[in-house]
């Protein structure tokens, strides 16, 4: 083993990796997207039916929370992959997607600079 970093960074993304990556981190970046998904953790990975996330984060909103605002992030964070749709009857419910989360850790884990242990 050397003691030259630059033979243990992760190689450089592609120009699609880029793109995939840069669309999950452009999901994750509205506060309420992310409480969202702190709501599904917070559950158990959910499910959770679409209409239950405006009573769940209204408080903290103080009321100004509406089911359209809700639905408009819950779709933007599915299409990311970050959570799955499931339909049943008239609702929708949602639960978090671990595979991609996973993704995500691993995006930000590549670009962090690798801690080395001295020896």
Known sequence: M????????AP??????AEEQAALFAALSHPLRLRILSALKEA????????AFVALLNEEEHGTLNQQSVNRHLVALKQAGLVSRRKHHNQSHYRLRGETLTLVYTAVGDLLPIQRRSA
């Open 2 to 9: 050397t003691n030259n970093p630059q033979d243990e960074k």
């Open 12 to 17: 450089l993304l592609s120009a699609m990796q």
């Open 44 to 51: 158990g990975g959910g499910p959770i039916a679409a209409g």
